[in-house]
């Protein structure tokens, strides 16, 4: 395994991260999610990212009771905020009340005193960011955190959000944004803007939910079980099930095979070219799936073999900046 710093910090973590979104406390038993998180372990994998509304809590559990035993000191642990985790008006966005409640429901889930990051989900257009921003300097001071961080912010939100927590003295590291092959649309305001201001990329979705794995094929139905069917995960994947996008993926193969890498292995390697991307959060629903995945670490990717890449993908790629969205009202 490598390890990268996050941002500007001293903070090291894993290069490739261990996330559990969709898997964890809905797509498989506790026991099969626990086998994919000591796989994760045995690879040399220090990073698990989740969320406190991923399977509407259940996951954070999950996390918790699969790391338990394991020496806090030696892990990096890693949780957001924003979305809905229970039925009231205030169980949801970046107030100071959802903040502040949400971090203890976490940690209590996560059976752990702290989380090294703790991110914002998404943008609250609905709070002040001033409000925000002091709620999770005092989750720091409080020791319950030790660095803040961001998910699926534009450049200007970042670049807000940055100047108020130099004001306050807070550390914040990074942003949590989809990034892979298909899916470009930090590269031309977002990266630059984080570099600038001493943030890294900590990345989903560097598969492409599955697509740049190969397994989709054109003209023919999704296979079952896989990511397309999942009701959470499936409307993701939707735009990218297209035949002549699909048909590009398949023309990556030989790529792939050249290089001595799985169709996944190179497509979670692509990310970690980014300089600014410190880790690739990959997922599992099996522990072989883990053990594949991780071989993408240390990859080094020659120029010739990106842009034979670009090559075959730009005609499908999406780049537009605009695409990174946060809900206009909270969810």
């Known amino acids: 395994m490598e390890f990268r710093h996050l941002g500007r910090s001293g903070l090291m973590i894993s290069e490739i991260a261990y996330g559990n979104w969709i898997t964890h406390g809905s797509q498989v038993e ?16 220090t990073t698990f990212d989740t969320a406190d509304v991923y399977a509407g809590t259940k996951a954070e559990a999950v996390l918790g009771d699969a790391l338990k035993g394991e020496r806090r000191a030696g892990l990096e642990i890693f ?24 971090i203890d429901g976490s940690l ?27 709620a999770f300097a005092d989750v720091v ?44 649309v930090i590269e031309a305001e977002v990266v630059p803007t984080c570099e600038e201001l ?19 094929k054109p003209g023919q139905p999704v296979p079952e079980g896989s990511r397309a069917t999942d009701a959470s995960g499936g409307n993701f994947i939707k735009r990218m099930l297209d035949d002549d996008l699909l048909t590009r993926v398949a023309q990556l193969a030989p790529l792939a095979e050249e ?47 990106l842009k034979r890449i670009d090559e075959i993908l ?18």
């Open 30 to 45: 506790a026991e099969t999610a626990h086998a994919c998180v000591r796989a994760a372990l045995d690879a040399g994998i």
């Open 79 to 102: 949780t957001k905020v924003f979305w809905p985790t229970g039925p009231g008006r205030n169980d949801r966005g970046l107030s100071r009340k959802h903040i502040m409640e949400s």
């Open 259 to 305: 290089s001595g890498l799985t169709l996944a292995q190179l497509a979670v390697a692509w990310t970690l070219q980014n300089r600014n991307v410190a880790a690739a959060i990959i997922g599992a629903s099996r522990p072989e799936q883990v053990a594949e995945n991780v071989k993408a670490a240390g990859v080094k990717l020659d120029a010739g073999l």
């Open 108 to 134: 209590r889930r996560l059976q752990t005193d702290y989380v090294d990051l703790y991110q914002a989900h998404r943008y609250d257009y609905s709070t002040p960011l001033e409000e925000t921003m002091l």
């Open 314 to 331: 730009d005609p499908v790629v999406e780049r537009d900046p605009a695409k990174t969205v946060s809900p206009a009202e909270r969810p």
């Open 141 to 184: 001071r409080q020791g319950k955190a030790l660095y803040i961080g961001v998910s699926e912010w534009r450049a200007e939100e970042i670049r807000a959000a940055a100047g108020l927590a130099k004001e306050l003295h807070v550390p914040l590291i990074s942003n949590q944004p989809q990034y892979n092959m298909l899916w470009r």
């Open 198 to 216: 001493g943030l890294s990329q900590i990345v989903w979705s560097p598969i492409a939910q599955g697509v740049l794995t190969g397994k989709y």
